[in-house]
């Protein structure tokens, strides 16, 4: 589509969200400054590059051996600059500690610190990009019998704790160096394939680690704590010490920020309807979005009817300011830039329609007893064009409208992919 055509479309739409008094300036300016922070993972396969045999691990599973992965540091930042080529907006990227750039040496995760994320702060820098990051508390010989910080000997919890803590400064370091808030997300895999005994033995380890890990304050203009649940896990089916009821009560009593990942519920559950309940009594929100299939909480998100709840909800409860929004899927099964693109501009997607909605008008109607009205502005903004103010956004800022950032990929798959030799190693 050319990019006159676009402009005629997004003129008429604007006058028929004009009409329900909805200004699509004000909305585009608004999607303009709603960051969506990257998962670096879904690059290679949660692989990470450390100097270890260890395989993925803690509940975590990767199908698919589409070829091209990312085998390490440099190629995957070659890969990421692809895919923020393809994004309207600017954006950041989410790190997990075995994605550091250690050389030859093999350096433990009690022992890692910033210096050997410096490479990653150049490159966001580079991009006007912040940071995000995460312990990695998962394939490791020392949580190879599924505990971590809840494991029984205090050995093994101390080394975990040690890890947090390095994690932590190693996020405020990326917070300071960019001067953008970063958000350290805690997640363990602990727990039991089988109906356990000791339940509460778990989490009471889990409390005294993650109140030592924590111990520490650092300034939250340049780094917020945040902690995730789980329901299960691979290996995990029947109890994970880290439940919702936890880390719920964790983050209210200590005021941390609390993650909600949208595949880490219930396959009925909604993380839409519990924002504005956990943000009655937390300062701040994470959002992991992803989309759960049956038991598997981690294919690329689509513009579903799950992701519009969650954006509407954001939107209409005025929570935009409170919540960080990430990435967390990994699918190995298609090209891996085009599912970072998809999964990405899905969420964008949604936050725009959020943004049109005339959420003012639909509240007067909901505070009349007006639900008749309500349900039917509903069901008619489904078919307001916002796919013609969502061309405008991405041909305004320059990035591929339409299915034409797909034809970039391929181009890449081409020159760049496809020349990654399978299963050949690279320094990193």
Not at 202 to 210: D, I, K, N
Not at 256 to 278: M, N, R
Not at 285 to 302: F, I, M, P, Y
């Amino acid at each position: 589509m050319s990019t006159k055509s676009v402009t005629q479309q997004y003129s008429s739409a604007r006058d028929r969200y004009a009409e329900l008094g909805v200004d699509t300036d004000v909305a585009l300016e608004a999607l303009s400054r709603i960051p969506i922070s990257l998962h670096c993972w879904q690059g290679d396969d949660v692989a990470g590059f450390e100097r270890s045999a260890e395989g993925l691990s803690g509940g975590i599973a990767v199908t698919g051996n589409y070829p091209g992965a990312a085998r390490g540091p440099e190629e995957l930042r070659a890969d990421l600059d692809q895919v923020v080529g393809l994004l309207p907006g600017r954006h950041r990227l989410n790190l997990h500690a075995f994605y550091g750039e250690f050389g030859e040496r093999k350096v433990d995760r009690d022992a890692i610190g910033p210096e050997h994320f410096a490479g990653w702060i150049e490159w966001a820098k580079g991009h006007g990009m912040g940071l995000d990051f995460n312990p990695t508390f998962f394939s490791h010989p020392l949580s190879a019998d599924g505990f971590t910080l809840t494991h029984a000997d205090p050995a093994v919890r101390a080394f975990w704790v040690e890890h947090g803590k390095r994690c932590r400064e190693i996020g405020a370091k990326m917070g300071e160096a960019l001067g953008s808030t970063t958000v350290t997300n805690v997640w363990i895999p602990d727990g039991y394939k089988d109906l356990p005994v000791d339940r509460k033995g778990p989490r009471e380890r889990l409390l005294e680690s993650l109140d030592a890990m924590f111990a520490k304050v650092i300034d939250p203009a340049v780094h917020l704590d945040a902690v995730e649940s789980k329901l299960f896990g691979i290996g995990s089916e029947s109890y994970v010490a880290g439940s919702h009821e936890f880390y719920m009560g964790y983050a209210v009593s200590r005021q941390k920020v609390l993650c909600l990942d949208a595949g880490h519920f219930h396959p009925t559950e909604g993380i839409s309807d519990k924002i504005s309940s956990v943000l009655q009594f937390v300062p701040r929100l994470l959002l992991h979005v992803s989309r759960g299939v049956r038991w598997d909480s981690d294919h690329v998100v689509l513009l579903g009817d799950d992701l519009l709840a969650t954006a509407q909800e954001l939107v209409r409860g005025d929570f935009l300011g409170r919540a960080h929004i990430g990435l967390d899927f990994f699918d190995a099964s298609i090209n891996r830039i085009a599912a970072w693109v998809i999964g990405t501009r899905a969420m964008i997607k949604a936050l725009l329609v959020a943004l049109l909605e005339p959420t003012e008008k639909l509240r007067e109607m909901e505070a009349a007893g007006d639900y008749t009205g309500r349900l039917a502005l509903l069901e008619e903004l489904k078919m307001m064009p916002f796919g013609a103010v969502w061309d405008y956004h991405c041909e305004r800022s320059e990035v591929p409208s339409g299915m034409r950032w797909l034809d970039e990929v391929r181009r890449y798959e081409r020159e760049v992919l496809s020349q990654r030799a399978a299963g050949a190693a690279v320094a990193v």
